[in-house]
């Protein structure tokens, strides 16, 4: 059965550091996401990606954060100069269109923020 | 705006009985779908079940169904025969359906649901 995948499971980096977290969404998906859950919290939307562009951010995608697609498979996150409160699990997701069609997770990345 | 509310943090549950967990949402939009996600302490986030706010009858996949209610906007999910296994968190969630609309997924706090042996 068809997966989202993603590297790496657990992320260490330094404060200020830049880091890319990479995804592989399902192979005839068209829409993909990026979510965070902080340790204990809700799971919180970050962003939306349709036909190579972004078509919805939340108030936390603010301009640390970019996402590419830089070839036909990988789906990546950007965090440009990380901070401690980016420490968390980041999820994505895709789906193969978009209304009510079910997102399917990736088994997350841990980044930890020292 | 949109809103889940779960209101049991915690749920402890005897092995192959059946377990309800409660889920209530908000919205103002007119069609939308609400989603159940487990998440098992290994952290990964699995889809469950899915329910349609047009779907006349509820969902069912396997041992997981959904009661949905509409006039009391709650998508409860039911786990019949409790398994070991399905000890983990329990994640309602929402998103809009229309074209144009954000297409986010609302989530709930997430219910932790042990089962006891």
């Known amino acids: 059965e068809p997966e989202v995948t993603q590297t790496p499971s657990h992320q260490v980096t330094q404060m200020g550091q830049e880091v890319i977290l990479r995804c592989v969404p399902i192979s005839n998906h068209l829409y993909f996401y990026w979510y965070r859950q902080i340790l204990g919290q809700k799971v919180e939307f970050l962003v939306s990606f349709y036909n190579n562009e972004i078509s919805e951010k939340s108030e936390i995608f603010d301009d640390q954060f970019s996402v590419e697609r830089p070839d036909g498979s990988n789906f990546t996150l950007k965090i440009r100069s990380t901070k401690l409160e980016d420490s968390a699990m980041y999820f994505c997701?895709?789906?193969?269109?978009?209304?009510?069609?079910?997102?399917?997770f990736g088994p997350g990345t841990r980044l930890t923020v020292l | 705006a949109q809103k889940i509310t779960q209101t049991q943090p915690g749920m402890f549950v005897q092995e192959k009985e059946a377990v309800t967990l409660d889920c209530t949402y908000d919205t103002s939009d007119q069609s939308y779908g609400l989603f159940w996600y487990k998440q098992p302490s290994s952290g990964e986030m699995i889809f469950l079940i899915y329910q349609g706010s047009y779907d006349e009858q509820n969902a069912t996949e396997g041992r997981y169904s959904l009661n949905f209610q509409k006039a009391r906007k709650s998508a409860n999910l039911v786990i019949s025969a409790s398994q070991l296994g399905d000890s983990a968190m329990y994640f309602c969630a929402m998103r809009a359906l229309l074209m144009d609309s954000n297409y986010q997924l609302i989530w709930g706090a997430g219910t932790k649901l042990i089962i006891k042996p």
């Open positions: 997701a895709s789906s193969e269109y978009d209304g009510g069609n079910t997102q399917y």
